[in-house]
């Protein structure tokens, strides 16, 4: 019996264990599933990142650097991911301090810091070249600097004015040596602009031409320029708009001047020899005086800009006996000048008027020749 009994206790206490055995394992492979679907991770690669120097601003000037990186970020909360992603609701900088750098051009190494412990971050650019000088203020006298086009389209420069005229350059102390000339680059006109007004940034050159670093932002001028602009001669060409009364068949304009100046760039000025004018014929019956401004584009401007022209009705008939029919013809539209195509209207009625009567003599002659006496 005792034996038994021993036999019984040892077999319960084996299919405890065993019991035991099961359910953690079962509860550890749960849980491993559960770890494995709540561990997706988001990444998302951040560019135009900006670089925070750390330095005294007052003593030294910095320059020659990459002021942006691309940083790298993961996590597997999406929300927190996504605060860091938006430049407006981000934690972290990048940083790169130099207090203890010496003076001189130097390697420097660059670390993300304010992020959120939920996100890790990765930088593309480890570290940055920076030359590190004595920040030195300088009075400068500025010039402006005119584009190579201006020539090249013809402009002339007559008057230049900047206000202020001298500005204070803050830079480093051996790049301030180097600066051989202040200037203010003007960038393009329109191609009729006979004054240019600018607000620029002013730049510091070197004795080759090359812009110098400068402390950031440059001072600012504005900049006056007076020119003169390329010219050119060309016709003008009247041509009839609208609609014309039903009898009469064409037109002729006699205009105040045939020839106007234009201004502008050559380019526009070589494609240019001659205007359309139009000019507005509705409803006109008689000889009509009218002042018409001549179109342009912002590209020339035209002196002068608007001509007196004289609209002059020619009518035209077609027909036989007594009956006559007016009929409208476009294409005897034409130019003229101090009142000759007149002229040459009224001397072509007066030979029809005695074309017309010498016919009506002969006629007259036959008919009494024949009738008896």
Known sequence: ???????????????????????????????????????????????????????????YF?????????????????IQLNLETNEDTRNFQVVADLTNVSLGTTEVPL??????????AELETKTITVTIEKKVTKSFEVEAKI???FDAEGYKVDTVSISPKTVE????EETMAEIAQ?????????????????????????????VLSIENPAPQVKVTVKLSLPKKEVSLRFTATGTPPADVGSFTFDASTSVVEISGSNSVLETIDTLEVPIDVS??????????MIPATGDYTIDPDEVEVTINPIYSRSGSGSSNTWTIDDSST???????????????????STTDTTENSEASTDQSADSPN
């Not at 953690?24 to 559960?34: H, K, L, V, Y």
């Not at 350059?169 to 480093?172: E, N, R």
């Not at 409803?283 to 018409?292: A, D, L, Y």
């Open 111 to 120: 670390r993300v810091t304010g992020l959120s412990s939920a996100v890790s």
């Open 147 to 149: 584009p190579d086009s």
């Open 62 to 78: 910095v320059s020659g650097y990459e002021d942006t990186v691309a940083v790298h970020l993961s996590s597997a909360n999406r």
């Open 182 to 210: 202040v200037v203010a680059p003007l960038s393009n006109v329109t191609q009729s602009a006979d004054t240019i007004n600018q607000t620029v940034n002013v730049q510091a050159l070197d004795s080759k031409g090359q």
């Open 283 to 292: 409803g006109v019956r008689t000889t009509t005086k009218q002042t018409v």
């Open 169 to 172: 350059i803050t830079t480093g």
């Open 334 to 352: 034409s130019v003229g000048g101090n009142g000759s195509n007149s002229s040459s209207s009224e001397t072509s009625s007066e030979d029809e």
């Open 1 to 59: 019996m005792k034996k038994a009994y021993q036999s019984n206790w040892f077999s319960g206490l084996l299919a405890l264990l065993f019991a035991l055995l099961l359910f953690f394992n079962a509860n550890s492979e749960g849980n491993s599933g559960n770890t494995a679907s709540t561990s997706q991770v988001y990444d998302e690669m951040v560019y135009n990142v900006p670089v925070q120097l750390k330095y005294d601003e007052d003593q």
